[in-house]
């Protein structure tokens, strides 16, 4: 038995967990195979639905659980009231930052940015 199901209490040995211990998502976040078990944040496993290969994971940080929390929120109540359940939406890929002083640098869509724009 995987050692972590052994050492959390909070989980049901049949609940599905990725090689990580994660619990498997599906992109409204229910827990796979069970419609009214939710999950967000690091404690879920989503799929990036902008992913180019198929079955990655968005990352386990505060960006993507802000993002999933009102998901899971909306969607408790849709099930409540009989609503279909929406997906997390793709973030928008790219970061950036701005230090200041007319300065600037950014990463989108694996190009690397600084300066000026042209124009």
Do not use: F
């Amino acid at each position: 038995m995987d050692r972590r199901r052994e050492t959390s209490p909070l989980l049901r040995p049949d609940l599905p967990l990725t090689e990580r211990g994660r619990l498997r998502c599906t992109a409204t976040l229910a827990v796979e195979g069970m419609p009214t078990a939710w999950a967000a944040g690091d404690a879920a496993a989503v799929p990036d639905l902008t992913a180019a290969e198929p079955g990655k994971e968005t990352a386990p940080n505060a960006q993507h659980a802000v993002r999933q929390a009102k998901v899971l929120a909306d969607n408790v109540l849709a099930t409540l009231d009989g609503s279909p359940l929406t997906g997390v939406p793709p973030l928008v890929r790219g970061i950036r930052r701005l230090p200041g002083l007319h300065k600037g640098v950014a990463h989108v869509y694996g190009r690397k940015l600084k300066g000026y724009p042209p124009g």
